[in-house]
């Protein structure tokens, strides 16, 4: 199946991925003088007394936006809001499907931090969470930063985080197959946007140490003039040997190669060129850095994509239902790097010792226990450390 020219079909007889379904009925005068006027007087003045009993008196409680400004949606960059928008009714689908979550594609026309960030403020009483998707780098970083800081409902950035949360359980299952231990990897991680950056920062947190990053220009090296605000924060923590160069010197003698960039980037010899039993991530979509099968060609002992096609997905929809999900259901203020950990060591635990194999490291994104795992996770998670109202 062409997948393009057959979504574009389906898309046009969908004429949308998600619609507005009412929970009650309003057939008759006493139903609807309940649900709506005069008796909606009634819980309008309780939440007037504490806005709190939104979360119980309305749907505030299970409903997140995906908000996007269209900047960096897929593959495909700043296509604009109204491009990216099915992007987000898709991920609205996955919201309820997976997760129960009631969510809403806002895409705004603005690619101004600020406004952005005013805007998003403005609305945070209509939801119990806030999704950011497909935010160009580094502006998403600050509009994250700072909804976090100003607003009392958990801001989850999905580029970076749920990418981050899927890639290292991806990662410490192909660990357990070639025998290896986070503390003795060398990582390169090849693109330095929203999602290596995050990534990076959520692996050196979890025990990584040796990490280069990458991107078009080459190796992120300390001090390098050229480097925005936060590829010059990360370069601190990482290639603490100081080599500069191309992608083909930093994978010489590398245990994992993580790629969130571009496509045909990496060749059969730069998977030759790294380490015994090498781990091979290539997220690029819809073209990979390198082909699976020719990097298993090549010598890799395990390979993971983003493509739903091949064996390995290592997609982020095994982590934002369940996340929000278990959040939502705590009232949790924030989502935080434990609850992080938490969701990516439940997805990790979803493959059983006797099912792990190179072709099998991840569960299925359609894995309905997975989304339950993660759930469950992160609502402890979130009560452990205080962040849960309930």
Same mark, same amino acid.
């Given at each position: ?16 991925? *998600? ?18 006027? /005069?008796?909606?007087?009634? /819980? ?20 997140? &936006? ?9 593959? @495909? ?8 928008? /099915? ?44 999704? @950011?998707?497909? !935010? ?17 409902? &958990? ?9 981050? !949360? ?22 390169? !991680? ?6 290596? *950056? ?87 979509? &819809?073209? /990979? ?31 934002? &239902? ?33 099912? @792990?194999?190179?072709?099998? !490291? ?29």
């Amino acid at each position: 199946m062409n997948y393009r020219e057959e979504s574009l079909k389906k898309h046009g007889e969908w004429k949308g991925k *998600i619609e507005v379904v009412s929970r009650v009925e309003v057939d008759s005068r006493e139903k609807l003088s309940l649900a709506y006027t /005069p008796g909606v007087a009634e /819980p309008c003045l309780a939440i007037q007394k504490d806005k709190d009993k939104s979360f119980e008196l309305t749907r505030r409680w299970n409903t997140v &936006p995906v908000i996007t400004d269209g900047t960096a949606v897929l593959g @495909l960059g700043d296509v604009g809001p109204e491009a990216g928008m /099915p992007v987000m009714e898709g991920k609205c689908a996955l919201f309820k499907a997976f997760g129960g979550v009631d969510a809403f594609p806002l895409c705004i026309r603005s690619k101004d931090a600020e406004e952005i960030i005013r805007t998003i403020k403005l609305l945070e009483g209509s939801f119990g969470g806030i999704n @950011l998707e497909d !935010i160009s780098a580094p502006r998403c970083f600050e509009i994250e930063r700072r909804l976090k800081a100003e607003l009392e409902i &958990p801001v989850f950035h999905d580029d970076q985080h749920g990418t981050a !949360i899927v890639m290292a359980a991806a990662l410490f299952n192909a660990l357990k197959l070639v025998g290896k231990r986070a503390e003795e990897l060398k990582i390169v !991680i090849n693109g330095a946007g929203a999602a290596g *950056i995050s990534i990076a920062r959520f692996l050196l947190r979890l025990g990584c140490r040796d990490m280069i990053l990458c991107d078009k220009q080459g190796i992120l090296c300390e001090g390098d003039k050229s480097l925005n605000a936060e590829q010059a924060e990360i370069a601190k923590l990482t290639n603490r040997t100081f080599i500069k160069g191309t992608l083909s010197e930093a994978m010489k003698g590398a245990d994992v190669f993580v790629g969130v960039s571009v496509a045909n980037c990496v060749s059969k010899d730069m998977v030759r060129s790294m380490a015994e039993k090498p781990i091979v991530f290539t997220c690029a979509n &819809p073209v /990979p850095e390198i082909s699976r099968e020719d990097a298993l060609e090549a010598g890799a002992a395990v390979v993971g994509t983003g493509s739903s096609e091949k064996p390995n997905q290592i997609n982020n929809v095994l982590v934002f &239902p369940g996340l929000f999900r278990g959040a939502l259901d705590v009232r949790a203020s924030d989502i935080n790097f434990e609850m992080m950990r938490a969701a990516s060591e439940a997805i990790a635990s979803c493959v059983s010792a006797s099912e @792990l194999s190179p072709d099998y !490291i991840l569960p299925y994104a359609y894995e309905l226990r997975a989304h339950q795992a993660v759930a469950r996770a992160v609502a402890e998670a979130a009560r452990r450390t205080g962040v849960a109202k309930k």
